[in-house]
């Protein structure tokens, strides 16, 4: 009984899902509450107990999706070029493989087409997933320069460098627009080192450039 009581979804988890359903199939506008309580399995008094507003539902289904996308370095800071390339390899590869399974690319898709009436909602995507992953790398970055690993630059311009590079050829837009596949995790390592082996060419401090 508890292990069934566990794994069943609180019913603000069942509003969550039936509301990102209902956007996804039905857009914003048509997406009413009323076809949201149906699917969630509530009464519209429940719906509105737990979420306000439509706009509100909205806006924590791209947040509790955006949170999913964060990779948290837990590693401890490397204490050279070997240890400080795996990371950032790892980090690279498991960022690229979340950002672009297909809920996640939903997610983005449904930011884009409310961006015009709903502009906090990219916000909030934008803060919870893209910056958050970025102040982790930046947060490397800086112990790496400490260390003496990098140097010649800020650890913002580095991860900048470091995203352009993973993220190059407009993969992200183009899998927005279904144009381009996802990567395999295989594909998305090679570009998580390559973007890896870039930056310590560019900004490699005392231990030198990862060679390969």
């Given at each position: 009984?508890?292990?069934?009581?566990?794994?069943?979804?609180?019913?603000r988890?069942?509003?969550?899902?039936?509301?990102?359903?209902?956007?996804?199939?039905?857009?914003?506008s048509?997406?009413?509450?009323?076809?949201?309580?149906?699917?969630?399995?509530?009464?519209?008094?429940?719906?509105?107990a737990?979420?306000?507003?439509?706009?509100?539902?909205?806006?924590?289904?791209?947040?509790?999706?955006?949170?999913?996308?964060?990779?948290?370095?837990?590693?401890?800071?490397?204490?050279?070029?070997?240890?400080?390339?795996?990371?950032?390899?790892?980090?690279?590869?498991?960022?690229?493989?979340?950002?672009?399974?297909p809920?996640v690319?939903?997610?983005?898709r449904?930011?884009?087409?409310?961006?015009?009436?709903a502009?906090?909602?990219?916000?909030a995507?934008?803060?919870?997933?893209?910056?958050?992953?970025?102040?982790?790398?930046?947060?490397?970055l800086?112990a790496?320069?400490d260390?003496?690993?990098?140097?010649?630059?800020?650890?913002?311009e580095?991860?900048?460098?470091?995203?352009?590079?993973?993220?190059?050829?407009?993969?992200?837009?183009r899998?927005?627009m279904r144009?381009?596949a996802?990567?395999?995790e295989?594909?998305?390592?090679?570009?998580a080192?390559m973007?890896?082996?870039?930056?310590?060419?560019?900004?490699?401090?005392?231990?030198?450039a990862?060679?390969?």
């Amino acid at each position: 009984m508890g292990i069934m009581a566990e794994n069943t979804p609180s019913m603000r988890e069942r509003i969550l899902e039936a509301a990102f359903t209902a956007f996804m199939r039905h857009g914003y506008s048509g997406a009413s509450t009323a076809r949201i309580a149906r699917l969630a399995q509530v009464s519209k008094r429940d719906l509105y107990a737990h979420f306000g507003t439509k706009q509100a539902m909205l806006s924590h289904c791209v947040i509790e999706r955006a949170r999913r996308m964060q990779h948290p370095l837990t590693l401890p800071a490397p204490t050279d070029t070997k240890g400080l390339y795996d990371t950032l390899s790892g980090y690279g590869t498991a960022v690229l493989v979340e950002v672009t399974r297909p809920e996640v690319q939903a997610t983005y898709r449904l930011a884009i087409l409310e961006a015009e009436n709903a502009r906090e909602v990219g916000l909030a995507l934008d803060q919870h997933g893209r910056a958050e992953n970025t102040a982790a790398l930046i947060g490397l970055l800086t112990a790496a320069r400490d260390r003496g690993l990098v140097a010649g630059g800020e650890p913002a311009e580095m991860a900048d460098l470091f995203q352009s590079i993973l993220t190059g050829q407009g993969i992200m837009v183009r899998i927005l627009m279904r144009v381009a596949a996802a990567p395999t995790e295989a594909e998305a390592r090679q570009r998580a080192e390559m973007a890896a082996r870039a930056l310590l060419r560019v900004y490699g401090g005392a231990g030198g450039a990862v060679q390969g």
